[in-house]
């Protein structure tokens, strides 16, 4: 009965079934049998997707859900929203991880028994994992009877020492209903559930109530090192705060909370044998945040792994934004780490323990709060400080700290939220311990912070400023900054400052920065300037600037303005190159333009789906994952919907990477654009990257560009696309085209296939017309071509 807790909409009905929502509500109307709403609207009802699953099997209408699909629909169905569902999914799935026996103990029995043993079992997993003192729990002193707070209580498995849930004399069970039930009958666990508001894990060695502020989440990527010479870890160790107030990150859930969650924890438990928990973890965080896209400010994995470098290899580091854990995620892991993460989102900063609790063996301490006002870790000195912070923000706390410590630069202005940022940062750096912060570039030249500024420089705090290129991470319109200090520990002797841009290496369309070039330029020039003290100028791209010719009225630190235009001696042959293949591309195109349009009667096909094509086997269908073993490029969307090469990265995982093979079709599920590639010999071998499908036709049944041409119709997609308030999404199994014989299929397929070469042509064209533009402006502007 409690699989009902999981609700469906009657859009996600259609995407098991792989049918449209009209098939779904002529069921309803034509089948009396059909599962009654349990939920939601008159106009948008939801309805059990137990019953459901249960009715399509029976009508022969779902041959089998997928697993990941199936674990995902009880995520979004759960009663207490898509969050709390993934909190409870990561606390199983980190039990699983750290304790597999103790689980299968745990989840042996019904579900009600489940809920009942389950808290007591994660306060002794869960406690020691998040740094608790000596694995005890930190629920003690809270007044309900905790599981492990004496000899008798002890926790689920104390008195025997077996990873049993259930040889402890003396629990309850997990609430008086199912007392009254008797379904823990045999099992008499303590009362578990007694905290409505749940068992704190997480107890920061530092402590104030604590909400973060904004976080940044991506996909992690494997820092290298950033020094030049294998260099020792920076190793300073925090100092333990005194006992003050604070809101742990994670708390265990209740027995009452848990038992509508129990049919989601037995299907990730499920899903982590086949993929893994941690993997089944990143694939069900990772599918919320890519339904979420306008909810959340993520922070791109490859810019995530680049700040990582930045700070070096370090033992102790903090993130005091940590959204969902990019950044902490992208740090080197090594023995005896410590993770210090908050954020202001409570069920945000959950997420990133547990997500950094499944990444890494590290010691993670986490806390929800404010940094700026209620900071969790005021004593902390950590090796190095990783942060995206939120930007703009006037209601930082202007008003309330005025007189607070840190500002040891001078006090930020109101709309200075981002010094505010940095100043924190630098005091809770050891001595000598670096802070790398993701900065907007008008953080580098308003007026209202050239004080501070100039006493960073004065200082030498300020280390290195670094222009991203367009693209590098949200808002994507405008070159973000990166800014490493370094908390003094004596005065420079002669004080310069890295200046670095990398504009150059911003990528075409929404493929984003060629990431590659911007880590290998930028971790060069910081190595050999922290190893020197200095740079030689590289043209365009770097150099270091005495910080004595910074300190103007302005004190204006852009990296373009300080830095020499990159060397054009060629300029004018490399203009006139590109000149000549862009004539050279304007006659392809000329030729490839396709012929008058014959006009022909509205054909009336007989149509199928892509989800029919694939029950009967005519295709194969397989969606990008977040991971892989297989280290090869990965086809993005961006990628797809640009019409570039493959240029993104997958973290190493031990999921297998969907790899495309020629004649494959890719299609996004995104964005509300009508694109279908056709895979050729150059992008097959590629990796598929999220938020894209493959389809995979039998040769012998479907011709591939046949396929992807009517994939592409308006109409098409706009029948199979579902829109939410910020977001349209593509159904690709609700995807229609004609069924004709392989012959006319293949007469389609060929005038498709022009049509891709006349795109692919035009595209060409567009990008080398920009070039000579923009090569063209520059050139007569800074006097390196003739006017005439």
């Excluded at 002890?154 to 077996?162: E, H, I, K, Q």
């Excluded at 770097?542 to 060397?567: F, G, T």
Aim: charge should be neutral.
């Amino acid at each position: 009965m409690q699989d009902n807790a999981t609700e469906v909409t009657a859009a996600g009905i259609a995407r098991l079934a792989g049918v449209g929502r009209a098939a779904v509500s002529n069921w309803r109307r034509r089948h009396a049998d059909f599962p009654k709403p349990v939920g939601g609207t008159e106009t948008s009802p939801s309805f059990a997707l137990a019953e459901v699953e249960g009715w399509l099997r029976k009508q022969g209408k779902l041959a089998e859900v997928p697993l990941r699909e199936r674990v995902w629909q009880q995520l979004v169905g759960h009663p207490e929203g898509p969050l709390t569902a993934l909190v409870h999914a990561g606390c199983a799935l980190l039990l699983i991880h750290e304790r597999p026996t103790v689980w299968l103990d745990a989840s042996a029995g019904s579900d009600a028994r489940l809920a009942a043993v389950l808290p007591g079992v994660l306060e002794q997993v869960l406690t020691p994992r998040f740094g608790g003192a000596g694995g005890t729990g930190v629920n003690a002193s809270s007044g309900s009877p905790g599981v492990n707070s004496g000899a008798t209580a002890g926790g689920v498995n104390a008195p025997s020492g077996v990873p049993g849930v259930n040889a402890g004399p003396g629990p309850a069970d997990v609430n008086a209903a199912s007392r009254a039930a008797g379904v823990n009958a045999p099992l008499t666990t303590p009362d578990v559930n007694a905290s409505p508001a749940g068992q704190p894990v997480n107890s920061p060695p530092a402590v104030h109530t604590t909400p973060a502020v904004h976080g940044t989440p991506p996909q992690p990527t494997t820092p290298g090192t950033s020094t030049p010479a294998a260099p020792k870890p920076r190793t300073s160790t925090p100092r333990t705060p005194g006992p003050t107030p604070h809101t742990p990150a994670l708390r265990i859930p209740t027995g009452p909370q848990l038992l509508p969650s129990a049919p989601l924890l037995r299907g990730a438990a499920e899903l982590a044998a086949e993929i893994g928990a941690r993997q089944a973890f990143e694939f069900l965080l990772g599918r919320h945040l890519d339904a979420n896209p306008r909810q959340y400010t993520l922070t791109p994995a490859d810019l995530a792994g680049l700040m990582a470098d930045l700070a070096g290899p370090v033992r102790t580091v903090l993130d005091p934004a940590c959204g969902t854990g990019a950044l902490l995620r992208a740090v080197d892991t090594r023995p005896g780490q410590e993770l210090y993460a908050q954020d202001s989102a409570p069920d945000l900063a959950a997420l990133t323990v547990l997500r950094l609790a499944l990444h890494s063996r590290a010691t993670v301490r986490g806390a929800a709060g404010d940094t700026l006002r209620a900071d969790a870790h005021p004593e902390l000195r950590a090796d190095a400080v990783l942060c995206h912070p939120p930007f703009n923000e006037r209601n930082w706390g202007h008003d309330e700290l005025a007189y607070d410590a840190r500002w040891e630069y001078g006090f930020p202005a109101r709309t200075e939220s981002e010094l505010a940022w940095v100043q924190h940062a630098l005091a809770r750096l050891a001595d000598g311990g670096f802070a790398v912060l993701l900065m907007p570039p008008a953080a580098a030249s308003r007026r209202s912070g050239r004080r501070i500024r100039a006493d960073l420089l004065r200082r030498g705090a300020l280390r290195a400023v670094v222009a991203l290129p367009v693209g590098a991470a949200p808002p994507y319109n405008i070159p973000l900054h990166v800014w490493v200090l370094r908390r003094p520990d004596r005065a420079p002797a002669a004080p310069e400052v890295l200046l670095a841009d990398t504009g150059r290496f911003a990528g075409e369309g929404r493929g984003g920065p060629d990431w590659a070039a911007v880590r290998e330029a930028v971790l060069d020039a910081w190595r050999t300037f922290e190893r020197a003290g200095r740079l030689e100028e590289r043209p365009g791209l770097a150099r270091s600037v005495p910080v004595i010719e910074l300190l103007d009225d302005d004190v204006d630190l852009a990296p373009a303005r300080h830095l020499p235009p990159a060397s054009v001696a060629d300029g004018a042959e490399q203009l006139t190159e590109v000149r000549e293949r862009l004539g050279a591309t304007l006659r392809l195109t000329a030729d490839l333009t396709p012929p008058p349009a014959d006009p022909a009667p509205g054909a009336r096909w007989p149509l199928t789906t892509i989800g029919e094509l694939a029950r009967g086997g005519a295709l194969l269908m397989r969606t990008g994952g977040s991971g892989g073993r297989a280290r090869v490029p990965v086809l993005t969307d961006h990628d797809v919907l640009a019409g570039t090469a493959p240029s993104g990265t997958l973290p190493e995982s031990e999921e297998e990477a969907v790899l495309t093979e020629p004649g494959d079709i890719v299609v996004p599920v995104l964005g509300g654009g009508s694109v279908a590639r056709v895979i050729d010999g150059t992008t097959g071998g590629a990796a598929l990257g999220r938020n894209l499908v493959l389809l995979r036709p039998d040769r012998a049944a479907l011709d591939p560009w046949f396929l992807a041409g009517f994939l592409r119709g308006t109409a098409n997609n706009r029948q199979a696309s579902s829109y939410a308030s910020t977001a349209t999404r593509l159904d690709v199994r609700r995807l229609q085209l004609p069924r004709l014989p392989l012959d006319e299929q293949r007469r389609y397929g060929a005038r498709f296939r022009a049509l891709d070469e006349f795109e692919r042509a035009l595209r060409h064209a567009s990008r080398l017309g920009e070039q000579l533009v923009r090569g063209m402006y520059d050139g007569l502007t800074d006097g390196t071509v003739a006017p005439g």
